[in-house]
């Protein structure tokens, strides 16, 4: 029966995604966890290894506008996971990550689901990047722990949006960071505190670009406001693109600061035009753009074209600044970083993006591992699903080292609510303290 089904599932999605099938389904994957030994192994013992590892599946985008997303977060993990290993894994359990691309692309992201599930056995899921992926395969990972292990979860994603956090799908996800709808909702206030009356908001037209733009109106309307323009972009847009007539829009409205809802090319670009065009509005992005890689952007650009194209930007984060030191949990994962310096499979790399030393996403990335590790450690030596579910939901004020406990319940499947604000100095995020200065273009 459950053949039939597999087989069902798999010739309907075949006949849907058509010829994104077959590239999905190419795409590599790395056991990336365990470090290899060289010594000659007999097939029988390489097996027993192989059952005794505790493999985690990730699908993200490691190619293309949203490289630096996936790459980051993976690095962050792998940088924990590598150190756990030479510990001797848990409770004598090396970890492994199965990792696929799916180009920030819902399709491929489905079949890189059914692969990790199906064929790759995984333990769990973690990593995920992206609202418009994750939402899309979050039906086939309900109905695989239905047919097959109620208590599978999916632990850690690079994503704030709603659908994971409530029902039919909040008991089978188990959130680390802050939601969109708690970004939107603090920078609402903090610009509202900063004297700004008119929103502008700047969007990927998908369920990203809705998440954050609903968290945007949900501010505005605690204080009888609404949002005053709205203008969006297509996914996968590029930082050469012209957004002049986005800009326009925005700026006919008077507007007085604008939020963004996408990912670091778009929204990029939008800074870009409006700066040429001699706006310079306030201009705000959520944690999942890769500030890094946007300011990387501005920045090069600046160069060239001898402009500053880095003030009055500001960045909200869900995890502190990487460069916070008086952190333990930072300075471990600078020290993690450093001595592991984790790569990409080399299938996996794409040669227009080249890795960070640290980031937000890295750090994310390192966050989500050090949960998930404490988690398999509560479950003890007798691993198995119900008992790893059990492990995250007796996290109550766990101390991760950043200034913020996190707790998790059998009703509370969000283990993290804070929200931090950066802006640009000397081509570096930092944290604002005076919201006048950070507005100021």
């Given at each position: 029966m459950e053949g039939k089904r597999k087989l069902h599932r798999r010739s309907?999605?075949?006949?849907?995604?058509?010829?994104?099938?077959?590239?999905?389904?190419?795409?590599?994957?790395?056991?990336?966890?365990?470090?290899?030994?060289?010594?000659?192994?007999?097939g029988a013992r390489r097996l027993a290894v192989a059952s005794r590892t505790i493999k985690i599946g990730m699908s993200a985008a490691?190619?293309?506008?949203?490289?630096?997303?996936?790459?980051?977060?993976?690095?962050?993990?792998?940088?924990?996971?590598?150190?756990?290993?030479?510990?001797?894994?848990?409770?004598?359990?090396?970890?492994?990550?199965?990792?696929?691309?799916?180009?920030?692309?819902?399709?491929?992201?489905?079949?890189?689901?059914?692969?990790?599930?199906e064929e790759e056995g995984v333990f769990l899921l973690s990593g995920y990047v992206g609202t418009p992926t994750l939402t899309r395969a979050l039906p086939f990972i309900?109905?695989?722990?239905?047919?097959?292990?109620?208590?599978?979860?999916?632990?850690?994603?690079?994503?704030?949006?709603?659908?994971?956090?409530?029902?039919?799908?909040?008991?089978?996800?188990?959130?680390i960071r802050a939601s969109y709808r708690q970004e939107m909702m603090a920078l609402v206030d903090?610009?509202?505190?900063?004297?700004?009356?008119?929103?502008?908001?700047?969007?990927?037209?998908?369920?990203?670009?809705?998440?954050?733009?609903?968290?945007?109106?949900?501010?505005?309307?605690?204080?009888?406001?609404?949002?005053?323009?709205?203008?969006?972009?297509?996914?996968?847009?590029?930082?050469?693109?012209?957004?002049?007539?986005?800009?326009?829009?925005?700026?006919?409205?008077?507007?007085?600061?604008?939020?963004?809802?996408?990912?670091?090319?778009?929204?990029?670009?939008?800074?870009?035009?409006?700066?040429?065009?001699?706006?310079?509005?306030?201009?705000?992005?959520?944690?999942?753009?890769?500030?890094?890689?946007?300011?990387?952007?501005?920045?090069e650009h600046g160069r060239k074209t001898g402009r500053d194209y880095t003030r009055g930007i500001v960045n909200s984060q869900v995890v502190p600044s990487y460069d916070d030191e008086t952190l333990p949990g930072v300075s471990e994962y600078?020290?993690?970083?450093?001595?592991?310096?984790?790569?990409?499979?080399h299938s996996l790399r794409d040669p227009s993006y080249t890795p960070r030393s640290y980031s937000f996403a890295s750090l994310e990335g390192f966050i989500n591992a050090k949960v998930i590790v404490e988690g398999l450690r509560r479950a003890g030596p007798n691993l198995t699903r119900r008992r790893f579910r059990q492990g995250l939901e007796s996290l109550h004020d766990f101390d991760l080292g950043i200034g913020a406990p996190l707790s998790f319940g059998t009703n509370r499947h969000q283990g993290l609510d804070s929200v931090y604000f950066t802006r640009v100095e000397n081509e570096r995020w930092v944290s604002i303290t005076d919201w006048k200065a950070a507005m100021s273009a």
């Amino acid at each position: 029966m459950e053949g039939k089904r597999k087989l069902h599932r798999r010739s309907f999605l075949r006949m849907v995604l058509g010829g994104t099938t077959s590239a999905a389904l190419a795409g590599q994957s790395a056991l990336a966890g365990a470090r290899r030994d060289s010594s000659p192994q007999t097939g029988a013992r390489r097996l027993a290894v192989a059952s005794r590892t505790i493999k985690i599946g990730m699908s993200a985008a490691f190619s293309g506008t949203a490289a630096a997303l996936g790459t980051e977060l993976y690095r962050g993990a792998q940088a924990y996971y590598d150190e756990i290993n030479d510990r001797g894994g848990i409770h004598g359990r090396p970890i492994s990550v199965t990792v696929l691309d799916d180009r920030y692309d819902p399709l491929p992201c489905v079949m890189n689901t059914l692969r990790l599930l199906e064929e790759e056995g995984v333990f769990l899921l973690s990593g995920y990047v992206g609202t418009p992926t994750l939402t899309r395969a979050l039906p086939f990972i309900k109905q695989y722990a239905q047919e097959h292990d109620e208590d599978f979860v999916v632990v850690g994603v690079f994503t704030g949006a709603q659908p994971q956090r409530e029902p039919p799908y909040g008991e089978y996800v188990f959130n680390i960071r802050a939601s969109y709808r708690q970004e939107m909702m603090a920078l609402v206030d903090q610009f509202w505190r900063a004297g700004a009356r008119e929103f502008g908001v700047f969007y990927q037209i998908d369920a990203y670009g809705r998440s954050g733009t609903d968290g945007v109106a949900r501010g505005l309307a605690r204080r009888g406001a609404t949002i005053a323009a709205e203008a969006t972009y297509a996914r996968g847009a590029k930082f050469d693109e012209d957004m002049s007539l986005a800009v326009k829009a925005l700026r006919e409205r008077s507007v007085d600061v604008v939020l963004c809802t996408g990912v670091y090319q778009g929204c990029a670009a939008f800074i870009r035009s409006a700066r040429d065009l001699g706006w310079n509005v306030p201009i705000s992005n959520l944690s999942f753009v890769g500030p890094e890689a946007l300011l990387g952007l501005l920045t090069e650009h600046g160069r060239k074209t001898g402009r500053d194209y880095t003030r009055g930007i500001v960045n909200s984060q869900v995890v502190p600044s990487y460069d916070d030191e008086t952190l333990p949990g930072v300075s471990e994962y600078r020290a993690l970083m450093d001595k592991n310096n984790p790569g990409i499979p080399h299938s996996l790399r794409d040669p227009s993006y080249t890795p960070r030393s640290y980031s937000f996403a890295s750090l994310e990335g390192f966050i989500n591992a050090k949960v998930i590790v404490e988690g398999l450690r509560r479950a003890g030596p007798n691993l198995t699903r119900r008992r790893f579910r059990q492990g995250l939901e007796s996290l109550h004020d766990f101390d991760l080292g950043i200034g913020a406990p996190l707790s998790f319940g059998t009703n509370r499947h969000q283990g993290l609510d804070s929200v931090y604000f950066t802006r640009v100095e000397n081509e570096r995020w930092v944290s604002i303290t005076d919201w006048k200065a950070a507005m100021s273009a």
